[in-house]
């Protein structure tokens, strides 16, 4: 079945304890990104990747990095997670390449982040 | 730059109503427009798209949306509302640019039985 996998679904931490929310994508997609989704401001773009090795900040990526090894796979890593980045998060794929404009997202299930 | 408007955010209907849910969009060019839902602990899933051919576009759970570029609107409708319909809705805009996809702030449909 074709898929985006979000691990975990939920997770409890303490401010500037590290963390890393996995996503993996069975699509043989080049493009992946995170969002962060918060009440009242839809979703919000937090970083993306063309493909392997290649990754660029999106809207709002302070606090936040990623990295794409494989083509499948593209973590998020909160090096120093702080209350403000509580959310709720999703990672998606999609077989655009280059600036391709037309091609659909496919989401995780999103994983809920809770910062204390 | 592209922008998108979601003009309400809850809409509340009885089961078995016609529904409609509407977005503006703000675009210097034809858009790309996708409408997508999102149901409770779930992820988003792509209900339609325009992508520049009819302006009547059909979506998946007999949902539809038309394209008017003289409105600049792209709103989702549906003849029959059904329990299994209430979830938030987004419309969304891909800036031919970047490929950036930009996403309305949401609209949460609620069906009444």
């Known amino acids: 079945e074709a898929q985006v996998t979000q691990n975990p679904r939920y997770l409890i931490t303490v401010t500037g304890k590290k963390l890393t929310v996995t996503c993996s994508q069975n699509m043989n997609h080049e493009y992946m990104s995170w969002y962060r989704q918060d009440p009242g401001l839809g979703l919000r773009q937090i970083y993306y990747s063309m493909n392997v090795e290649v990754t660029d900040k999106g809207d709002v990526p302070e606090g936040y990095k990623v990295s794409r090894k494989e083509k499948r796979n593209f973590p998020l890593i909160l090096e120093s997670p702080s209350p403000n980045q509580t959310s709720l998060y999703f990672c998606?794929?999609?077989?655009?390449?280059?600036?391709?404009?037309?091609?659909?997202?496919?989401f995780g299930n999103g994983t809920r982040l809770t910062v204390t | 730059a592209q922008s998108v408007t979601q003009l309400d955010s809850h809409v509340s209907v009885s089961e078995g109503t016609p529904v409609l849910l509407r977005c503006n969009y703000s675009s210097s060019y034809s858009p790309s427009l996708f409408w997508y839902v999102q149901h409770p602990n779930k992820g988003l899933q792509l209900l339609l798209k325009y992508t520049s051919a009819a302006t009547l576009v059909k979506g998946i759970n007999g949902f539809e949306a038309e394209f008017k570029k003289s409105e600049t609107s792209f709103h989702l409708t549906k003849p029959s509302a059904h329990m299994s319909d209430a979830a938030e809705y987004f419309c969304v805009v891909s800036d031919r640019d970047t490929g950036k996809l930009i996403f309305g702030q949401g609209t949460t449909l609620q069906v009444k039985p």
């Open positions: 998606a794929s999609s077989s655009r390449s280059g600036r391709t404009y037309n091609s659909p997202l496919h």
